[in-house]
């Protein structure tokens, strides 16, 4: 988090180094709850970036902080009160907060946390070079996503064909999956995507059970989601039982 910090203060209020004592106008729209304890330790440890860098809050730095709660009304409220109180930047934490400045703003830089697909978003042009007023950190390096393909390729040489689980609702696995795409022709391996919400519905699935019972080859276990650390335990052993060799992104 002093990584972000210190790149949401030195970018652009470094160039205006040589204002001594200018009261600088911080803007932050978090996508949590003002009682939100991930959110309040974030914002606590972003008071202490910019404490390092020289930025005192009520000396020469102030903060204007704003609570979106995952609510696209109060993000898009609370971005144009930012925007009307003349930030010289604004943090935004989440793909919706920056949606909403975005909208309001094409002028005050802005930089964002926690958004998975920045360039599909339609926020930055490349993650290179972002161009416009936005720029920031993403959640995922999606090129990653292929190397799951090659990992399970390597376990298991003879695959042919692999299903990818899913979960359709969670935007950054279009990113992913894309990523997974390109790289397996290369691979000499035919992809079927499977969507599923949760463990037990990868068990219901009929689409999955066909590929148990028709591929003789093998399964890598989802692209993207946001389940719970038994998740990936339930949906390894549903692989496994099937003898169906798997890779999981996360563990």
Same mark, same amino acid.
């Given at each position: ?20 004592e ?15 304890p991930? #959110? ?25 902080? !704003? ?7 109060s ?16 943090l ?34 490349t ?12 959640t ?20 042919t064909?692999?299903?990818?689980? *899913? ?7 279009? #990113? ?9 022709p ?5 992809? !079927? ?10 068990e219901?699935?009929?689409?999955? !059970?066909?590929?148990?019972k *028709? ?9 993207s ?27």
């Amino acid at each position: 988090m002093k990584g972000i910090a210190g790149s949401a203060a030195a970018w652009p209020l470094a160039a205006r180094a040589q204002q001594a004592e200018r009261m600088q106008r911080i803007g932050v729209l978090m996508n949590t709850a003002a009682d939100d304890p991930e #959110g309040q330790a974030r914002i606590a440890a972003f008071h202490q970036g910019l404490q390092e860098l020289g930025l005192t809050l009520g000396r020469n730095a102030r903060i204007d902080a !704003r609570w979106g709660a995952a609510d696209a009304d109060s993000s898009r409220r609370y971005a144009a009160e930012l925007v009307g109180l003349a930030s010289d930047v604004i943090l935004a934490s989440a793909s919706a907060a920056v949606a909403a400045l975005q909208q309001t703003t094409r002028t005050i830089p802005i930089v964002f946390t926690s958004v998975a697909d920045p360039v599909g978003a339609g926020f930055v042009e490349t993650l290179a070079h972002p161009g416009g007023n936005i720029t920031g950190f993403s959640t995922f390096e999606y090129t990653l996503s292929g190397k799951w393909l090659e990992l399970l390729k390597e376990i298991a040489p003879s695959v042919t064909r692999a299903a990818v689980l *899913r979960d359709a609702s969670v935007g950054s696995g279009v #990113g992913q999956y894309a990523i997974i795409q390109a790289v397996a022709p290369s691979l000499g391996v035919e992809l !079927r995507a499977i969507d599923v919400r949760d463990p037990g519905e990868i068990e219901r699935h009929r689409d999955f !059970r066909a590929v148990a019972k *028709r591929w003789s080859d093998h399964c890598r276990n989802h692209t993207s989601g946001s389940p719970s650390r038994s998740d990936h335990h339930a949906r390894g052993p549903s692989s496994i039982a099937r003898r169906l060799p798997s890779t999981v992104p996360r563990a």
